[in-house]
Nanobody
Framework: QVQLVESGGGLVQAGGSLRLSCAPS????????MGWYRQPPGKQRELVAS????????????NYADSVKGRFTISIDGAKNTMYLQMNSLKPDDTGVYYC??????????????WGQGTQVTVSS
């Protein structure tokens, strides 16, 4: 149905920064909440950040995993039809495949119903 294409991953030294991008095949931001997941090596996919109501509130209403709070920022640029994940002060534990996600919030909890193919992020010590 809708395609979510991530980009911006790569190899970075600990303490460095990366910005991931997600470009949907169609305009879905007006109808869905969005998020970023990641899957560390050998582990299950985990929610990193989510965003909702970005058209009603500038910057959107965002939520972050405790492990990335203060270091990562999720945002949407409606004019470019792109969602971003700005990642600063990266740690080796941030290593994994990062996925763009479409979903919704249910009772304040983000639930995903679609993912992209993922982009690899590797943080060296």
């Amino acid at each position: 149905q809708v395609q979510l294409v991530e980009s911006g991953g790569g190899l970075v030294q600990a303490g460095g920064s990366l910005r991931l991008s997600c470009a949907p095949s169609a305009n879905i931001f007006s109808f869905n909440d969005m998020g970023w997941y990641r899957q560390p090596p050998g582990k299950q996919r985990e929610l990193v950040a989510s965003i909702r109501h970005w058209r009603q509130i500038v910057g959107g209403i965002t939520n972050y995993a405790d492990s990335v709070k203060g270091r990562f920022t999720i945002s949407i640029d409606g004019a470019k039809n792109t969602m971003y994940l700005q990642m600063n002060s990266l740690k080796p534990d941030d290593t994994g495949v990062y996925y763009c996600s479409r979903g919704r919030h249910m009772g304040g909890n983000y639930v995903s119903d679609a993912w992209g193919q993922g982009t690899q992020v590797t943080v060296s010590s």
